[in-house]
């Protein structure tokens, strides 16, 4: 966007946001989770209630057992990854000088308890410090509680007086999951010394024993949100006013600043469109947050949307037909109507092009949303 300054020249284009990298399928499980990452994530309001749990936690001596549940890409691992972070931020020592240890396990495939209880015990051993190899062999004779227990007398030992443990289960099928999560919060409720923390993740419900808590949006309108801010991220200093620029449109419930530069509208429609059909290279069971940012940053990085200064952001709101502009979306589009629909569309399309604008940009966008009607009219 360029503005005229007081002596006639040309302020230098402002650029009000900057694209997010291109949002993975899933995210991994990060020990040390990236900035980027951390400033990526969108407290839902069911994810700030789960992190007003875990604060009360922290303040509690004795330790406990977690379990995040829900459907795949609803932000599990991604609050995995928020809480290590700030965890690691408070640091490893607290004020009395007494260390804490904060780890993570990502698991894959179909896995057995034995298996993951095993993982478990290698990772503390290897965080604990002392000689690897004999604790190695030490959790691998006694198994189940009593090596837990063990593990964590040689943490206390070594002045560690908290250990959190953050689990991702991620697409894998855990058997006797019951059993081991019954295990472990014995164990957490038992061993004082230690304040012993699990915090675990996957798509099954919550083991018995376990305390579940929730992250994934409660409707659609959390879902665009997050998916635009994965999409791109506002500069702080760009001073933007969005509510000027949804002055008088109903944004549907959501704040101006989540949702801009896109109209309302054009977010229901690219949320439509990333149902289906699936681009190239997207697996089937890609979710909605992931498919609907990732067709959000494919729109904002259109040279034709961009404006001017060379991949600047757009200074106005972009709308359905703007959509359209880019070819990504015009293909997915394309894909969505039937044959009536496609051959409409083309007609429509090919007439407007032969009718020179007469009416500014406004006008131009009034009849390709004209023929955007007809054409989804007749696709059925």
Known sequence: MELQNGGGRRASPRRWFELEPPAPERLKLE????????????????AERSWEVLNQHLAEPQGAVFWIGGPAGCGKTHFLDYVIALQRRAGALDAQNMRRLVCGLELAGRVSAAEVELFLLSVLAEQIGGDPRSSGDLFRQMRGAAALNVGLETARRTGIRAITVAIDFGTSQCESAADFFKMLAQVAASFRQVKFTVIAAGRTMAPEATRPLAVAPH??????????RRARRLVEDAELDAGIAYAGIDTAGLAPDAIFPFHPVALSALRTIATRPKAAGESSDVAAIVSLSRLAREVLSSPTLAGAGGGESPARLIYPPDLTMNAVILNRVKALLAEAGRAAWKIARDGIAAVPPHGGAGDRRTEVASA???ARRYGG
């Open 219 to 228: 409707d659609a309108n959390e879902e665009t949100i997050v998916a635009v």
């Open 372 to 374: 955007d009607g007809r």
């Open 31 to 46: 020990t040390s989770p990236r900035v980027s990452t951390v400033a990526s994530y969108v407290l839902t309001r069911a």
